[in-house]
């Protein structure tokens, strides 16, 4: 496997099981030539399960360590996972600026001050098809209001939570939306994700929808990472296969790599 994986958690992360040396080991085991780290940062988020900010100081710290030590030709990344919500804007400002990134993903976890991941998210709903709405809503209001990042990662990550448990997906119910939210990161120049964690649950689809990709692409959109989603070794680059089918089914000849926050198109 060839491709860089650009979505992965060690135990930096509050839910990640492995260490870096460990993540890195696996990488370079299964022949990756890169992967990015991306920590979960979601200050301020207040989850039943615990807090997920990554310690960034002793994250980096242990990266530089462990990139200072590791034998080609892994390359080794610098990343963090952004959980935004509205009101952070400034606060993500400043804490980006203060680390040397190579990527930083921006992600919608927390919705209104719900966790999408738990069922008080849907509940709150009269209806399945609102509670997306409103999901693609927030989404495309943190779109305009950040900058701080390079990617939008898993673009309709709310879906695996959702109380039907379907991975059908009608693009044309939330087109406008939709559309509104690709423009915008097209137009600041901001890519999205495929992510590959959705085919691990019982979900067991590519997080978005690859009609979601397809349509990124139509409007001119050509900044795509490819991630995993790994919190243990084993869940490196798993699903890359169907991850790259998709790309190539959605008019995509290219992916990207960043470092120091710029992307690379690399050949798919
Ligand atoms: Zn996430
Ligand atoms: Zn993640």
Do not use: W
Not at 39 to 66: N, Q, R, W
Not at 104 to 129: C, Q, R, W
Not at 160 to 168: E, M
């Amino acid at each position: 496997m060839h491709y860089a994986d650009q979505h992965i958690h060690s135990n930096f992360s509050t839910d990640g099981r492995d260490t870096l040396n460990n993540m890195a080991a696996s990488a370079m085991d299964k022949g990756l030539p890169l992967i990015c780290f991306t920590e979960h940062m979601d200050y301020d988020s207040h989850y039943p399960d615990g807090i997920f900010e990554v310690d960034t100081d002793a994250y980096l710290k242990g990266f530089t360590e462990l990139k200072n030590n590791i034998k080609a030709p892994l390359e080794l990344c610098f990343g963090v996972e952004l959980g935004l919500q509205p009101h952070l804007v400034d606060h993500f400002n400043e804490y980006v600026n203060n680390y040397p990134f190579d990527l930083v993903l921006g992600s919608s976890h927390i919705v209104d001050g719900m966790d999408a991941a738990f069922p008080k998210y849907y509940n709150s709903f009269t209806t399945e098809k609102a509670a997306n709405m409103r999901y693609f809503e927030a989404e495309l209001h943190c779109a305009e209001l950040f900058s701080c990042f390079d990617i939008y990662a898993h673009l309709d990550y709310a879906l695996r939570y959702a109380p039907s448990g379907t991975s059908d997906f009608d693009y044309s119910e939330y087109g406008d939306v939709l559309d509104s939210l690709l423009k915008t990161l097209i137009d600041k120049g901001k890519g999205i994700e495929v992510n590959t964690g959705g085919l691990r649950k019982s979900f067991k689809r590519l997080n978005p929808h690859p009609s979601i990709l397809k349509r990124y692409r139509e409007l001119g959109g050509e900044i795509v990472t490819i991630g995993s989603d790994a919190h243990n070794t084993s869940d490196i680059a798993s699903g890359f296969d169907i991850a790259l089918s998709a790309l190539s089914d959605s008019g995509f000849r290219y992916y990207c790599v960043f470092r120091e926050r710029k992307a690379e198109y690399l050949r798919i």
